[in-house]
């Protein structure tokens, strides 16, 4: 029995058409992250240090770092600014602070023993800051 044109060109329709379909099906699956929300380095402070002079050359060797971090949210959680502190011996972070809802971190400034956090929700000009004050000695 032979084939028509006709037919072979629905035959391969319905192929490519197929394909078409699986192929988006596993770009988009791959792409989609519903509980993974990977932190975004906004700002690094350095604090504390030691000198070592090796062979007239001075070197600086910092005990703690400050990060702070931008989490975008998923399906399952908000955005949020995250402050953390590593011990750069150690390599131990410990969280500080968890900030959600806001997606900006307008400015921040060391006080002693304290950080002054100024945060935004939004990137519209009219809304206002908010301002956290923590404590990063804990």
């Known amino acids: 029995m032979r084939y028509s044109y006709r037919k072979y ?17 596993i770009y988009f699956f791959n792409s989609f992250h519903l509980l993974e929300a990977k932190p975004i380095l906004l700002s690094q402070e350095y604090r504390g240090y030691t ?20 989490i975008g949210g998923g399906a399952t959680n908000n ?24 997606k900006i971190l307008v400015s921040y400034c060391f006080n002693g023993d304290s950080l002054t956090l100024i945060l935004k929700h939004n990137f519209d000009c009219n809304s206002g800051c908010d301002t956290y004050v923590i404590n990063i000695n804990e």
């Open 9 to 25: 060109a629905i035959l391969i329709a319905i192929i490519s058409a197929t394909l078409g379909v699986i192929i988006a099906f």
């Open 51 to 70: 000198e070592n002079n090796h062979s007239g050359k001075t070197e600086y060797n910092y005990i703690e770092t400050i990060n702070f971090y931008y």
């Open 79 to 102: 955005d949020c600014i995250q402050v953390r502190k590593q011990n750069n011996t150690t390599k131990k972070e410990i969280i500080l602070g968890t900030f959600e809802k806001y």
